[in-house]
């Protein structure tokens, strides 16, 4: 499947003759290959602290958490 558009898209492109069309392609296909999302340095942060915390062990599995949820809830 994914071979037949690479193929059919291809072929488009070889035979088209419109300029403003070919140059959208060209935009979609710069972009795409441009990192999707650049985190703030806050998120960074909180990336790196979230990693940290990790690796030391100072988090909740998630049996756990859904645990706790549920003691949570029955009490409501």
Do not use: C, H, Y
Request: glycine letters at 4%; aromatic letters at 8%.
């Amino acid at each position: 499947m994914t071979s037949q558009i690479k193929n059919s898209l291809i072929s488009r492109i070889r035979d088209s003759k419109d300029l403003s069309f070919l140059r959208a392609l060209q935009t979609i296909f710069d972009t795409s290959e441009q990192a999707l999302f650049q985190p703030t340095p806050e998120q960074s942060e909180s990336i790196e602290i979230g990693r940290t915390e990790i690796k030391n062990g100072d988090f909740f599995d998630n049996n756990g958490v859904i645990s706790e949820m549920r003691e949570w809830l029955e009490k409501k």
